[in-house]
Nanobody, 123 residues
Framework: QVQLVESGGGLVQAGGSLRLSCAAS????????MGWFRQAPGKEREFVAA????????NYADSVKGRVTVSRDNAKNTVYLQMNSLMLEDTAVYYC????????????????WGQGTQVTVFS
């Protein structure tokens, strides 16, 4: 049974930085691609970033490209989302998700999801 636990969210001033973490259990972590998604109230869940199971391939949404870095530490069963130059529109609940092997940016391609961590950016 796959379990994902996000952490690292909080309140941050615009222009600041946060690092989100997602700790995984119940799976062979090194065989799973990892994704980060976010959802603001009244909006659909949207793709943020993803990383292949090997860590050799990453993908970013245009809205965060250049400001966000996704990485993983397979020894710790953890994926990270480093967010810099945060903007008001980055405010959302951020979710970690996993799928076997292949990287994807589609919500429907991911099998398991965490409960999310709130990121609130203020001016």
């Amino acid at each position: 049974q796959v379990q994902l636990v996000e952490s690292g969210g909080g309140l941050v001033q615009a222009g600041g930085s946060l690092r989100l973490s997602c700790a995984a259990s119940g799976l062979l972590f090194e065989k799973y691609a990892m994704g980060w998604f976010r959802q603001a109230p009244g909006k659909e869940r949207e793709f943020v970033a993803a990383i292949s199971w090997s860590g050799g391939n990453t993908n970013y949404a245009d809205s965060v490209k250049g400001r966000v870095t996704v990485s993983r530490d397979n020894a710790k069963n953890t994926v990270y989302l480093q967010m810099n130059s945060l903007m008001l529109e980055d405010t959302a609940v951020y979710y970690c998700a996993v799928r076997p092997f292949a990287i994807s940016r589609r919500v429907g391609d991911f099998d398991s999801w965490g409960q999310g961590t709130q990121v609130t950016v203020f001016s």
